[in-house]
């Protein structure tokens, strides 16, 4: 049995981006993430232990990314994805990041990828 967690609108500062200016100030990035894990053992055990924890993965997402410098949003989704996988009940993770910082006319632009097992 499958079920689907959303963490809807995670905001995170980080130092991102490839212009000079971006690599001095962090800029807040959104996130979207979609898990898909093996709901089995907590459907029938009513149990945090056997399910995933949606505030310490939040948390945990957020500290990696504070802890970090990229120059590509790419890079960063695809290493969060692939922290966040580590959890071996996930068959499935979606992150969408959004960057409202930019050097354009955008409100903002937005990348995402999926990482299955």
Not at 4 to 9: E, F, V
Not at 12 to 33: C, D, H, M, S
Not at 80 to 105: G, L, N, P, V, Y
Request: aromatic fraction near 8%; hydrophobic fraction near 40%.
């Amino acid at each position: 049995m499958n079920m689907q967690l959303s963490i809807k609108d995670l905001r995170v500062n980080t130092i991102i981006g490839i212009y000079p200016e971006e690599r001095t100030k962090a800029q807040e990035i959104l996130f979207n993430i979609d898990i898909i894990f093996d709901a089995k053992n907590p459907a029938n055990s009513d149990n945090i232990s056997q399910t995933i924890d949606y505030y310490k993965l939040s948390e945990s997402i957020a500290d990696f990314v504070q802890a970090t410098s990229y120059n590509l949003l790419e890079k960063l989704i695809y290493d969060i994805s692939t922290f966040i996988m580590q959890d071996k009940q996930i068959i499935s993770c979606h992150i969408e990041a959004c960057k409202t910082q930019i050097k354009t006319r955008a409100k903002s632009i937005s990348l995402s990828f999926t990482n299955c097992r």
